[in-house]
């Protein structure tokens, strides 16, 4: 168990949403135990996960604003996607590369808070699936699971995947 808190505390570190993922798989791949102390540390690394990527995510992101694929140089002279090395007039040619260059930073960000949120959806389901499937059906089990869902309390989602999950058990409540 310690090295993977070690593997998730340089992921959170890296900051780098291939690490993130991997120390999520890390996560999913612990042995479900009814051992509670593993149930929670379990839990503590999904946590800590979810929170390393959150604190990465712009809350003012908005997924349906597109990428711009190209950008056109100053003048109307010539077409977007333009070879600059093809633009004769130096200070066009400046401003355009300028152009491609925030053009290129805008959209790697928006991957980035794009890759941030499929990875926060895939962690909700995981806790959700794994809360579900890690407490038994006793009235203890189910308040053990529902302790568990409250740790992840900023989510809705969470508890919404938990449920839709149970329904497709046929458990639902």
């Not at 908005?62 to 711009?68: A, E, I, L, M, Q």
């Not at 140089?73 to 093809?86: F, H, L, Q, V």
């Not at 890690?134 to 995947?161: D, M, T, V, W």
Request: with cysteine; hydrophobic share 40%.
């Amino acid at each position: 168990m310690k090295q993977i808190r070690d593997f998730v505390d340089k992921a959170i570190e890296s900051k780098d949403e291939t690490q993130l993922m991997s120390a999520l798989y890390k996560i999913i791949n612990i042995s479900n135990s009814n051992d509670e102390i593993v149930r929670q540390e379990k839990i503590d690394l999904f946590l800590k996960v979810r929170n390393g990527v959150v604190s990465q995510m712009d809350p003012n992101f908005d997924v349906r604003k597109g990428v711009v694929m190209n950008v056109a140089p100053a003048g109307g002279k010539y077409p977007p996607g333009t070879d600059p090395a093809s633009i004769k007039d130096p200070a066009v040619r400046k401003d355009y590369e300028r152009a491609i260059a925030g053009t290129r930073k805008i959209n790697s960000l928006r991957m980035k808070q794009i890759l941030l949120q499929k990875l926060l959806d895939e962690i909700d389901v995981s806790v959700a699936i794994y809360c579900v499937n890690a407490f038994g059906s006793s009235a203890l089990e189910q308040r053990a699971e529902r302790l568990a869902l409250k740790q992840f309390s900023n989510s809705e989602s969470i508890f919404n995947k938990a449920e839709w999950y149970r329904k497709e058990l046929g458990q639902a409540k």
